[in-house]
C-alpha cells in the first residue's frame, strides 16, 4: 500500500525543509571578502579586473566586463548590439522576465518563439519562423544550463544578418560541443545571484570575443565615460584630470568586495559542477523507473553544468494537478519552485498586447513542471529524500 501523505496526515519523509537552491558560502569566501573590504578598494579596484580574467579563462572568451547583475548585463548586451525603437528581439517565454525586459528598456519589441518540447530550451525552427525584416538580435536562454542550440542559432543569426545574445545566467561551467558557454555567442551574459552556480551577492559579466563590442560594454556599463585618448574628440585635452561622456551610459559597475567573493567562488566552479553532475545523474536513474514523471532531455552536444533539476507531471498517467503535486511535495518538506511562468502571461506585457496561446508547447510545458532541490551542498540523505517524496506522492495519485 501507499504511504500516507503528509498533506492528508501522514509522516512528512524529511523533518526539515529543503529549498530548490541554496548558495554555498565558506570560510574561504568570508575571508575573501574580509580583506577586500579592509583594503584601499571597495569599488572599481583589483577585485573587479581579477574577476573579469577569471572569466575569461573559465569561458574561453577574449573579453569579459563585470557588472552589478545579470539584468545589467542583458541591458548593456542590447545596447551594445545597437538595439532601438522599433526592433525586434527573439527570445523564449520559458525564462526570467529579465531576458524579454532587455529589449524593452531600449525601445524594442520582444517576440517569443516556442520551445523544443523535450529539452525545454528555444527551438531554432520557431526563431526563424519569427525572422522579419525589424528583427535585430536573438537573446536565447540556456534554460536551466543546458546550452542551447549553437550550431543551428549561430547559422540562422548569420544568414539573417542578427546578433546572438545568449542569457547563460544558468549555464556558467557549460560546454557546448566542447567549448565553454561564453565563448561561441556575440556577447554571452552572466548572472550571480545567490540562486545561481557561482555568487557576487548580486552580480553579472558580458563576455565577447569582438573588440568593437568589448569598448561598448565598457562604456555602457559606466556612464559612457572614458579616460582612453583614442575614444576622446577633444583633442588635446585639457589635462591628466580630463575624462569624457562620448555617450550615454548607466552606473552597472560591481563593487570590488562582491567581485572578490565572485573570485573565490570561481575557484569552486568545478566542484560545484561535479557535485551538480552527481545529482542529476542520481535523479534521472531514479526518477526512469517512476511512471509519471518526466525529465529533461539532453542534447549529446550540450555538458551541462545543471542550474535547475526540472520534473514535469504526466497528466495521462497521474490523477492529480501540478498543484496538488506541489503541495503534496511542500508537505513533506521538499519545497519545489516553477521556472516560469511564460513571460507574455504577466499583466504588464499583457497590456502590451501579448495574449495567452502564443507559444503552446511552452505553455503545456509550463502546465506540468516543478523545480526540485539541487545545490551542491545537498547531502546523499537529501537526495534520497526528495527521490522518496517524489515516489510517494506519484504513488499516491498514480491512475
Ligand atoms: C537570474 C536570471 C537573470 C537575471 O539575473 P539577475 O542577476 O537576477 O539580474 C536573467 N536571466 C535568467 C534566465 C536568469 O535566471
Known sequence: MAERLAIQGGYPVRGSKLYYGRQWIDGEDVRAVEETLKSDFITCGPKVEEAERMLEDVTGSKHAVVVSNGTAALHCACLAAGIGEGDEVITTPLTFAASANCALYCGARPVFADVDPETYNIDPASIEAH????????????????????????????????????????????????????????????????????????????????????????????????????????????????????????????????????????????????????????????????????????????????????????????????????????AENIQPQIHYVPVYWFPYYRHLGYEKGLCPKAEEIYAGIMSIPLFPRMTDQDVEDVIHAVRKVTDHYRK
Not at 562620448?246 to 560591481?254: A, E, Q, S, T, V
Not at 534521472?284 to 550540450?302: L, R, Y
Request: one cysteine or more.
Open 131 to 330: 525572422i522579419t525584416e525589424r528583427t535585430k538580435a536573438v537573446v536565447a536562454v540556456d534554460f536551466t544550463g543546458q546550452a542551447v542550440k549553437h550550431k543551428e542559432i549561430r547559422e540562422l543569426c548569420d544568414r539573417h544578418h542578427l546578433v546572438f545574445i545568449e542569457d547563460a545566467a544558468h549555464a556558467i561551467g557549460t560546454r557546448y560541443d566542447g567549448k565553454p558557454v561564453g565563448s561561441l555567442a556575440d556577447m554571452t551574459c552572466f548572472s550571480f545571484h545567490p540562486v545561481k552556480t557561482v555568487t557576487a551577492g548580486e552580480g553579472g559579466a558580458v563576455t565577447t570575443n569582438d573588440d568593437a563590442l568589448y569598448q561598448k560594454l565598457v562604456l555602457f556599463h559606466t556612464h559612457g565615460i572614458t579616460h582612453d585618448e583614442d575614444l576622446m574628440e577633444e583633442a588635446p585635452h585639457e589635462g591628466p584630470w580630463y575624462y569624457e561622456q562620448i555617450m550615454l551610459g548607466f552606473n552597472y559597475r560591481m563593487t570590488d568586495f562582491q567581485a572578490a567573493l565572485l573570485c573565490s567562488q570561481l575557484t569552486k566552479l568545478d566542484h560545484f559542477k561535479k557535485r551538480r553532475q552527481e545529482i542529476v545523474n542520481r535523479y534521472n536513474e531514479a526518477f526512469a523507473d517512476i511512471p509519471g514523471i518526466i525529465v529533461q532531455k539532453e542534447i549529446p552536444e550540450s555538458d551541462t553544468c545543471r542550474h535547475l533539476y526540472i520534473i514535469r507531471i504526466d497528466p495521462g498517467k497521474l490523477t492529480c494537478t501540478r498543484r496538488q503535486f506541489v503541495d503534496a511535495l511542500k
